[in-house]
């Protein structure tokens, strides 16, 4: 039986918005360094007979501290954000020796059947299974019922030998008569080697290495016998 899985608080790999959050945090710290010994200087060399204003004084020490609440502020998110991931990654070592869903490369290991579950478009007539290996070379096409049952691909060539040991993508052509409606890469089942930290989230770490988000997971299950 499939369990749909919810994927709030749960991701892999460091994300655009970490990356920009640390960019911004480095940036905030060096003009935080910057605006000190620009003070420092200007209260350095000021004129002693006309010395800076008060008030503007003042004004410039207000900046200063809101600058470095701020980047205290970013610090602190940063070691939170880090605590709540392993948090995260203790919560999935349950899915250890799971199979999960998720667009990922399927591991084929010379026997065992990757599943595959498709997801055509809805006025597709026709749907085409294309097999890529980890090159992105396609090494076969197999035509699929217009069908979002899973399809167990068993790694045989057209001639009933087995492919080579190694990852392989999966894509799904949908088309109505000559008209390609939809090219995606398909969901598989892959079995949850380990869970590891990536940056401040939890990556599911495949049977071929691969590293998938968390996140992306849209569905658990036993793994079948």
Same mark, same amino acid.
């Given at each position: 039986?499939?369990?749909?899985?919810?994927?709030?608080?749960?991701?892999?790999? &460091?994300?655009?918005?970490?990356?920009? *959050?640390?960019?911004?945090?480095?940036?905030?710290?060096?003009?935080?360094?910057?605006?000190? !010994?620009?003070?420092?200087?200007? *209260?350095?060399?000021?004129?002693?007979?006309?010395? %800076?204003?008060?008030?503007?004084?003042?004004?410039?020490?207000? &900046?200063?501290? %809101?600058?470095?609440?701020?980047? !205290?502020?970013?610090? #602190?998110?940063?070691?939170? &954000?880090?605590?709540?991931?392993?948090?995260?990654?203790?919560? #999935?070592?349950?899915?250890?020796?799971?199979?999960?869903?998720?667009?990922?490369?399927?591991?084929?290991?010379?026997?065992?059947?990757?599943?595959?579950?498709?997801?055509?478009? *809805?006025?597709?007539?026709?749907?085409? #299974?294309?097999?890529? $290996?980890?090159?992105?070379?396609?090494?076969?096409?197999?035509? #699929?019922?217009?069908?979002?049952?899973?399809?167990?691909?068993?790694?045989?060539?057209?001639?009933?030998?087995?492919?080579?040991?190694?990852?392989?993508?999966?894509?799904?052509?949908?088309? !109505?008569? $000559?008209?390609?409606?939809? &090219?995606?890469?398909?969901?598989?089942?892959? !079995?949850?080697?380990?869970?590891?930290?990536?940056?401040?989230?939890?990556?599911?770490?495949?049977?071929?290495?691969?590293?998938?988000?968390?996140?992306?997971?849209?569905?658990?299950?036993?793994?079948?016998?």
């Amino acid at each position: 039986m499939t369990t749909a899985v919810t994927s709030a608080g749960y991701s892999a790999g &460091q994300t655009s918005t970490q990356r920009a *959050a640390s960019q911004q945090t480095a940036g905030l710290t060096s003009d935080f360094e910057t605006f000190v !010994k620009m003070l420092t200087a200007q *209260a350095t060399n000021q004129d002693p007979l006309e010395p %800076m204003d008060s008030t503007e004084y003042a004004a410039q020490l207000a &900046q200063f501290s %809101m600058v470095e609440q701020q980047t !205290k502020s970013n610090t #602190l998110l940063e070691g939170l &954000q880090s605590q709540l991931g392993l948090a995260n990654m203790a919560a #999935l070592s349950g899915w250890v020796g799971m199979e999960a869903r998720a667009v990922a490369p399927g591991y084929f290991d010379g026997s065992n059947a990757v599943t595959i579950a498709p997801n055509p478009a *809805a006025a597709a007539d026709s749907v085409t #299974l294309v097999v890529q $290996d980890e090159n992105g070379t396609e090494v076969q096409r197999v035509t #699929l019922p217009v069908s979002a049952e899973p399809y167990r691909w068993n790694g045989l060539d057209d001639d009933g030998n087995p492919l080579e040991t190694g990852e392989y993508a999966f894509v799904i052509e949908s088309r !109505k008569g $000559d008209d390609l409606l939809l &090219q995606e890469y398909a969901e598989i089942y892959f !079995k949850v080697n380990e869970t590891r930290m990536q940056g401040g989230e939890v990556g599911l770490i495949t049977e071929g290495g691969s590293v998938v988000l968390a996140s992306s997971v849209s569905a658990l299950r036993e793994p079948e016998t």
